[in-house]
């Protein structure tokens, strides 16, 4: 076995990690970055933007329809070329991997192939070690500290594993051979909405089964309720405060497989029962069913013990101090999906907490990551986006709230997109309360949520932000005309 030391090592090259590794290489360390797979990550590979680069497309499909239906353009779907999408799809992803490749040479870090595992506080064995240093297992030193950054993969239903084709998790989803006529999306979280949003558009019957009372159970009550509506319009099934009993492939072969030939159009399925919240149990049939429902952190084989650490219950490692992630364990520090709540589970947030940690361990003053003044989107068809407290957190904190929700439709640009949505804000009673939080709904909002995040995370005041002219005609002007009523100059609505 080599032996090797340098300042820096961070396990795993997904956003979490190769930001940390980036930024504490341009800050002059030694930097060596352990990946088993390949740098990016699950956002690049198989997250953020192979997911955003179809839902792009989902969003031209649904085009066609306005395009005839709302402005008399002769435009006809001939259909989706899925190999042609994905390889569109591909390509980005290869351009941004290639991308990241180059920022790492080009920062001087060193990208050792292989996986890690924690021998000590400061120390870490690499097996199948490639791509420098030659193969066979490595052993490296930290002088400064080591970041774990092995980020999380799908959680999975016991006694029903993926098997890629008719119980998927997101990852098989991008691989899956062709789009399936009808789908089973279990989990309205983030990733099963913009699945079950994106599956629609191409044209597939589509049921979203969730076990909490709304759809995105996170986010503000208005935006779970707009979302809903959308969607059932969109002709989308959502069951909600519904649980899944139970679930089995169908062959086709078999005699009670019928029904679900008859949803598929042929071909074997799932068949799933479900109680809904009111109502009787129902069996649903589907070609496809999509496990949505949530991410577990990735620490099999990390060697946590050996280094002194251990998990939470549910996983996570949590740091011991907020304000620089570290752990418990001097020079060993935390970034990304492995990290618990107040952290997010987002690529921006991992992006953060990685120049936070690299900061760290090059000496310089810490800043922590705020946490809640980090976005919140979903990019599905509508979008939602927000920032900051609901206003049933507000209240709970104590705030005396004042919120106010002005519909996208009340701008002659949301009258232009015709797909309705809203600006919700939430501030702190009185002329100099601050903003707590945003909520959007509506087309392109995750390009709108940046100025209300300034808003949240600068302790402005509705009246701060009313002051600034927004431009005419825009959906950004709902967002102005929000805080003009709050500020009482409102000329629209009267708060
Ligand atoms: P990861 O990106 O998971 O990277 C961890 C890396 O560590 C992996 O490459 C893995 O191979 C490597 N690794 C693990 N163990 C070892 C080991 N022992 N040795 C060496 N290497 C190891 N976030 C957003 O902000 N916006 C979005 O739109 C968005 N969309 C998403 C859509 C989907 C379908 C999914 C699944 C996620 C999405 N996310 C989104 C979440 C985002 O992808 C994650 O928050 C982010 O990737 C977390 O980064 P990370 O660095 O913590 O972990």
Redesign the pocket.
């Known amino acids: 076995m080599s032996e090797n030391s340098t300042d820096v090592i961070v ?9 940390t590794a980036l930024r504490a290489a341009h800050l002059g360390l030694d930097v060596t970055l ?19 680069a179809m839902l792009h497309a989902a969003e031209l499909v649904d085009g066609v329809a306005e395009a005839r239906e709302r402005w008399g353009v002769k435009a006809t779907l001939e259909g989706v070329d899925w190999p042609a999408l994905t390889a569109t799809r591909d390509d980005i992803v290869s351009r941004n991997h290639r991308g990241v490749e180059g920022q790492l040479s080009r920062a001087g870090v060193t990208v050792v192939r ?4 924690l021998t000590g506080p400061r120390g870490v064995r ?1 097996t199948d070690a490639g791509s420098t240093g030659g193969a066979g297992v490595q052993g490296w030193t930290a002088r400064r500290g080591i970041v774990l ?6 959680r999975t239903l016991p006694g029903l594993e993926p098997d890629g084709q008719h119980v998927v998790t ?2 098989d ?2 691989f899956a051979p062709g789009l399936p006529k009808s789908v089973l999306v279990l989990g309205g979280g ?2 099963g909405v ?2 079950a949003s994106f599956h629609r558009s191409m044209g597939a019957e589509v049921t979203l089964v969730e076990a909490a009372e709304r759809l995105l159970p996170l986010e503000d009550e208005d935006v779970s309720r707009q979302l809903t509506r959308a969607l059932k319009k969109r002709g989308i099934t959502v069951l909600t405060g519904a649980r899944m009993l139970d679930a089995h492939r169908v062959d086709a072969r078999r005699a009670d497989a019928r029904r679900v030939d008859a949803a598929t159009g042929g071909g074997p399925g799932i068949e799933a029962r479900v109680r809904p919240a009111r109502g009787a149990e129902t069996v649903i049939a589907a070609e496809r069913l999509l496990v ?1 429902v949530g ?1 577990v952190p ?2 099999d ?2 060697g946590l013990a050996a280094a002194g650490l251990t998990t939470d219950a549910r996983g996570y490692v949590p740091p011991a101090d907020l304000s620089t992630l570290s752990t418990a364990v001097p020079g060993l520090h935390v ?5 618990p709540p107040p952290s ?7 992006f953060a907490e ?1 120049l936070l940690v690299a900061e760290t361990l090059a000496g310089l003053p810490s800043r922590p990551v705020d946490y809640a003044a980090v976005p919140r ?1 979903t ?1 599905s068809s509508p979008q939602t986006a927000s920032v900051g407290l609901s206003e049933a957190e507000a209240r709970a904190a104590g705030y005396e709230v004042a919120a106010n929700v002005m519909p996208l439709t009340a701008t002659a640009k949301g009258m232009v997109h015709g797909q309705g949505g809203m600006v919700k804000a939430v501030a702190e009673r009185g002329a100099q309360g601050r903003v707590l939080g945003v909520h959007l709904v509506g087309p392109h909002v995750s390009e709108m949520i940046a100025e209300s995040q300034l808003a949240v995370a600068w302790d402005a005041s509705p009246a701060d932000i009313a002051q600034h002219v927004h431009p005419h005609p825009t959906l950004s002007e709902a967002v102005g005309e929000t805080f003009l009523t709050l500020a009482g100059r409102g000329l629209h609505q009267h708060a």
Do not use: Q, W
Request: glycine share 20%.
């Open positions: 396990i795993g090259g997904g956003t979490g990690g190769y930001s352990v990946e088993r797979d390949l740098v990016g990550g699950t956002c690049l590979h198989r997250g953020c933007v192979p997911s955003k292989g996986t890690a595992t690499v950054a092995t980020g999380s993969r799908p997101s990852d989803a991008l983030a990733i913009e699945y949505a991410r990735v620490t084989g990390l970034v990304g999906d492995l990290l997010l589970g987002l690529a921006h947030a991992s990685g989107v990019y």
